[in-house]
């Protein structure tokens, strides 16, 4: 392990040189943050083994032959990054744990150039970039070319902004048809164009660039007697800087969420490239309470949107078997995060689609989520490929029950034709521990099938009784007490789960989790759920025909019948535990859409009392949509509702609504 961290300090100082010093990014932003976390873990556990270089000690970057150097007197820290809604919850938990209800300022996080400003008496005498966040350059000659930069403020101070120097999309346009014209290389994006327009020697080329700027930060607003992040934005476009009017306050972590949403969805029409959107907690006093990491800030980090496409490495391909006995191939990766999830496995659908990407084992590839979904390889990288890779071998009989294969005529899957194949048994497994189901922490795919093929488990009670195996389960490779206890205590509490998820998780043909609830909700119990007949079922509202039969077949057959019985006896909850829906006119069948700020409910609050009324919430706003309700402070959507003639309630409305 301490090999591989000493070579993961290499990749990664290498790729902060070529990145930083020389505007020459050699690998992706997705790869250098998974080597970064990957060093980040090895490091946690090992702290005796960090060293002075390693990358998570300093910022990164060094200085370019031709500029002077600079110290900055307060150093110019990055901030963490996260991926997923998650993880800002759980950068939210983290500073309420310390007896703080922040307001957050959400700001776009700019794809450029960081810069440091510096004034003395109201006049620009320095210029510096980040560089490794204690010592910079020196750009102030380039600098002066950028017109929105104001070489004189509006009052005579001393103060020390920062900002973001970019290149806007037009701009980038503009100057790659005249490189074109004089057959110059083009420039690759809007960040590393901008990055080598302020490093140029000569100012004039920089001038010609046309560069802007957005100031976001100062370092020291106590000393001009600023309490907040907002007050400091406001008194530094006062001085006459830019700011970047894309900016949210917010009193929640789901309403900062929301504007992640709301800029994300704008992303592609925004004039200059984003990449993300920063959250900061407003109150200055609360960040000096909060404090600082030997790396970040622990009061602000930066969400990061997803990647249309990450390169990672095909380890392995796999085959696994479906329900109908039909063998797909899968990609093992080395695992990336692709839209705030981390992926390591992908489908590769059937041999044809193998053969046409040309794929080897150990090719690098991209990848992307299809539909924002489902992770999907997209292409091979070949020009990466060393010679080392494995060709793709289909194979010729069942993975799990070793019967020979066979492919109908016409079609390019192959099937496992034994019906009593144990791998159409594990898929029934893995559903009944899945989320909507029963939703058992740490009883994944790949879990699910090693317990199976060990016979751990065999059935759905099996699972309920995996503590009887709890000796032979730490010794397994990958496990050990803490994971094993986890595991066993969540096994424990999903016996507390409300009816209509045993329902879906039974896998009865055709019950969805929407139909598994108005089972629950109209039968109450599984007993009379049991001893309902064909009329009762069909008289259900949403329960047609079909729907009746199947719940019957699956109900009368003994297997399933024993399966029931047993997971009573091992005190599973028979009951529907979840709130009763009290229809009220004014909400019944209707969907509600929240924005801005509310005051009166937290929006978790105000959901809750609209479902019990027999309504329903939906984030985004149509045609479809019955009111939209308004808090303080309301976003787009309050806009788009407004163009739609969509009826809008503030949030007195729609109290008085509840009440009546």
């Known amino acids: 392990m301490q090999e591989r961290m000493n070579e993961l300090i290499d990749i990664i100082n290498e790729a902060d040189y070529n990145y930083h010093t020389l505007d020459n990014p050699t690998i992706t932003d997705q790869e250098y943050d998974k080597y970064l976390r990957e060093l980040f873990e090895i490091e946690e556990e090992h702290p005796e083994w960090i060293r002075e270089d390693s990358p998570t000690q300093h910022a990164g970057g060094k200085i370019i032959e031709g500029f002077e150097k600079v110290t900055h007197k307060i150093p110019m820290m990055s901030l963490s990054d996260v991926f997923s809604e998650s993880e800002l ?142 007050e400091a934005i406001d008194y530094m476009h006062k001085l006459g800087f830019k700011t970047n009017p894309n900016n949210r306050l917010v009193n929640s972590i789901q309403e900062a969420i929301e504007f992640i949403q709301e800029k994300g969805s704008i992303r592609p029409d925004l004039p200059y490239d984003i990449d993300g959107v920063v959250i900061k907690v407003n109150s200055i006093e609360q960040q000096q309470k909060l404090g600082y990491t030997a790396k970040y800030p622990k009061w602000a980090t930066a969400y990061k949107f997803p990647a249309e496409e990450v390169l990672t490495k095909l380890e392995d391909i796999i085959f696994t078997v479906g329900r109908t006995g039909q063998i797909t191939p899968n990609a093992v990766l080395d695992p990336v995060i692709v839209a705030g999830s981390t992926i390591s496995r992908a489908t590769l659908h059937n041999e044809e689609y193998v053969k046409e990407k040309d794929l080897k084992i150990g090719d690098i590839v991209s990848i992307r989520k299809a539909g924002d979904v489902i992770p999907e390889v997209v292409e091979v990288k070949k020009e990466r490929r060393t010679g080392k890779e494995k060709d793709f071998v289909m194979i ?107 329902i879906f998780g039974l896998g009865i043909p055709h019950v969805g989790a929407k139909t598994a609830k108005i089972l629950a909700m109209k039968f109450d119990t599984m007993e009379n759920l049991e001893n309902a007949s064909f009329n009762d079922l069909v008289n259900i509202p949403d329960i047609g025909e079909t729907i009746a039969k199947s719940v019957l077949k699956y109900l009368e057959d003994n297997h399933n019948k024993g399966i029931i019985e047993e997971l009573k006896e091992l005190g599973i909850n028979m009951k529907y535990t979840g709130e009763r829906v009290e229809e009220k006119e004014e909400f019944s069948g209707k969907t509600f859409v929240l924005t801005g700020s509310l005051e009166i409910f937290t929006r978790e609050e105000a959901e809750e009392k609209i479902e019990q009324l027999g309504g329903k919430t939906s984030s985004s706003v149509s045609k479809k949509t019955s009111a939209v309700i308004v808090g303080a402070n309301p976003g787009s959507k309050y806009i788009k509702a407004q163009e739609l003639g969509i009826p809008i309630w503030t949030e007195k409305e729609f109290e008085e609504k509840l009440n009546q």
């Open 89 to 230: 919850i759980a950068f939210d938990e983290r500073i309420q744990k310390e007896g703080i209800k922040p307001q957050y300022m959400c700001e776009l996080k700019i794809d450029g150039l960081s810069v440091s400003l510096l004034y003395e008496k109201g006049k620009l005498v320095r210029a510096a970039t980040r560089g490794d966040g204690t010592t910079g350059e020196d750009i102030t000659h380039n600098v002066k070319t950028i017109k929105v930069i104001p070489l004189k403020l509006k009052e005579e101070i001393d103060i020390e902004v920062r900002g973001e120097i970019f290149m806007n999309k037009k701009t980038l346009e503009e100057l790659n048809e005249k490189r074109k014209k004089r057959n110059e290389p083009l420039l690759q994006n809007c960040r590393n164009a901008a990055a080598g327009s302020i490093r140029q020697l000569d100012s004039k080329i920089a001038a010609e660039r046309k560069l802007d700027n957005f100031i976001y930060h100062l370092p020291n607003p106590l000393d001009y007697g600023l309490k907040t992040h907002a």
């Open 396 to 502: 010729t009989e069942c993975p799990m029950c070793h019967t020979p294969l066979v492919k109908k005529e016409g079609q390019v899957d192959y099937y496992c034709p034994n019906n009593k194949c144990p791998a159409r048994h594990i898929e029934g497994l893995i559903h009944f521990v899945s989320r909507d189901a029963m939703n058992i922490d740490g009883l994944g795919e790949r879990i699910m099938e090693d317990f199976y093929n060990f016979h751990f488990i065999g059935n759905i009670a099996d699972i309920y009784s995996l503590k009887q195996h709890e000796k032979d389960l730490i010794r397994l490779e990958g496990y050990g007490d803490k994971s094993v206890s986890n595991l066993l205590e969540s096994i424990e509490k999903s016996k507390e789960n409300s009816l209509e998820r045993l």
